[in-house]
């Protein structure tokens, strides 16, 4: 699980948080939801290879954010999969309701616009 260091105030992540993060995270229905999820701030897919540890400084890679920032618990439910550029754009700190609304939409990847 996660933990806060509270000198420095980074929070460290496990390899289970991000599962936990990606399996939070909307699914495409055209896409296999291991290998892609959509950002509920962008709406544009997160591909689970491109993790922001990696590439750094691609603005499509992801990293985990908290889903309720207002009360940061470190918590499996609490964590989501998101582009790392996205997290400045989050429209308030608390996205339950906004992740609830997304969710429940129906998502698909374009794939004729993705491989012209
Ligand atoms: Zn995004």
Same mark, same amino acid.
Request: net charge neutral.
């Given at each position: ?26 699914i495409l229905?055209n896409k296999n939801e291991i290998e892609f999820r ?10 689970r290879?491109?993790?922001?540890? #990696?590439?750094?400084?691609? &603005? ?5 954010? *908290?889903?309720?920032? $207002?009360?940061? %618990?470190? @918590? ?10 996205? #997290?400045?754009?989050?429209? &308030? ?5 906004? *992740?609830?609304?997304? $969710?429940?939409? %129906?998502? @698909?990847f ?7």
């Amino acid at each position: 699980m996660a933990t806060l260091d509270q000198i420095t105030g980074i929070i460290d992540f496990e390899l289970a948080d991000l599962e936990a993060a990606w399996s939070n995270s909307p699914i495409l229905l055209n896409k296999n939801e291991i290998e892609f999820r959509l950002c509920y701030i962008c709406k544009f897919h997160i591909e689970r290879k491109n993790f922001a540890g #990696i590439n750094q400084n691609d &603005s499509f890679a992801w990293t985990i954010d *908290l889903i309720n920032a $207002k009360k940061p %618990k470190l @918590e499996f439910t609490n964590f989501i999969a998101v582009h790392q550029s996205c #997290i400045e754009n989050r429209q &308030s700190l608390d996205s339950r309701k906004q *992740l609830k609304y997304v $969710k429940a939409m %129906k998502w @698909e990847f374009d794939e004729s616009f993705w491989n012209k």
